[in-house]
């Protein structure tokens, strides 16, 4: 069974940084990207930075120039570093990858999200 673990989520204040990490696992033999996503209350789910098979990131507007997303794929775990929060980074983060699963073929699966708060 393929699971996401997500962690490092919690209370920052204005201009403060944190790092989320999210490990896949289960019988993995591809992985075809990682990324993270987004929701506040109120609002859809959004993208926040995805990172393809390569050294290739996406990133919203929004983040450019302080999030910055990277994978380790020898341990099946994508990062995301936060710098400079603002109260508006406040959300649920998600975990999102597109994994090849022996026996199984290739899907999308989601962590169970890990909150961020920035405030003061």
């Known amino acids: 069974q393929v699971q996401l673990v997500e962690s490092g989520g919690g209370l920052v204040q204005p201009g403060g940084s944190l790092r989320l990490s999210c490990a896949a696992s289960?019988?993995?033999?591809?992985?075809?990207?990682m990324g993270w996503y987004r929701q506040a209350p109120g609002n859809q789910r959004e993208l926040v930075a995805t990172?393809?098979?390569?050294?290739?990131?996406n990133y919203a507007d929004s983040v450019k120039g302080r999030f910055t997303i990277s994978r380790d794929d020898a341990k099946n775990t994508v990062y995301l570093q936060m710098n400079s929060l603002k109260p508006e980074d406040t959300a649920v983060y998600y975990c999102?990858?597109?994994?090849?699963?022996?026996?199984?073929?290739?899907?999308?699966?989601w962590g169970q999200g890990t909150q961020v708060t920035v405030s003061s």
């Open positions: 990172i393809p098979t390569g050294s290739s990131t």
């Open positions: 289960g019988s993995i033999f591809s992985i075809y990207a």
């Open positions: 999102n990858a597109d994994l090849g699963i022996w026996y199984e073929g290739r899907h999308d699966y």
